[in-house]
């Protein structure tokens, strides 16, 4: 049975920080690209960061570098954001999605945690 677990997140003042947690089960962790989503109330959900299946490459969006960290250790199967410098409008459910590599890809979602800002 396949599970992204999140944890990590709660409220937090203006520019304040967070470590997200995802724990996967039930498929091979290691070979499943690793992201971050979120989505706030009324928006779409969007691409937050994402990381390699062994850590060597990430990307971030753009109003993110510089204070979002993603990392993921392969032997406790878990994906992490680090966020610093958080802001009122970063208030937004956060998903974990892992994506497999191969045609058609196959892809798994957490429940989300949210994440709130207060200002």
């Known amino acids: 049975q396949v599970q992204l677990v999140e944890s990590g997140g709660g409220l937090v003042q203006n520019g304040g920080s967070l470590n997200l947690s995802c724990t996967a089960s039930?498929?091979?962790?290691?070979?499943?690209?690793m992201s971050w989503y979120r989505q706030a109330p009324g928006k779409e959900r969007e691409l937050v960061a994402s990381?390699?299946?062994?850590?060597?490459?990430?990307n971030y969006k753009d109003s993110v570098k510089g204070r979002f960290t993603i990392s993921r250790d392969n032997t406790k199967n878990t994906v992490y954001l680090q966020m610093n410098s958080l802001t009122p409008d970063e208030t937004a459910v956060y998903y974990c999605?892992?994506?497999?590599?191969?045609?058609?890809?196959?892809?798994?979602w957490g429940q989300g945690t949210q994440v709130t800002v207060s200002s």
């Open positions: 999605k892992a994506r497999g590599i191969g045609s058609p890809a196959r892809e798994y």
């Open positions: 039930g498929f091979t962790f290691s070979t499943y690209l």
């Open positions: 990381i390699s299946t062994h850590g060597g490459s990430t």
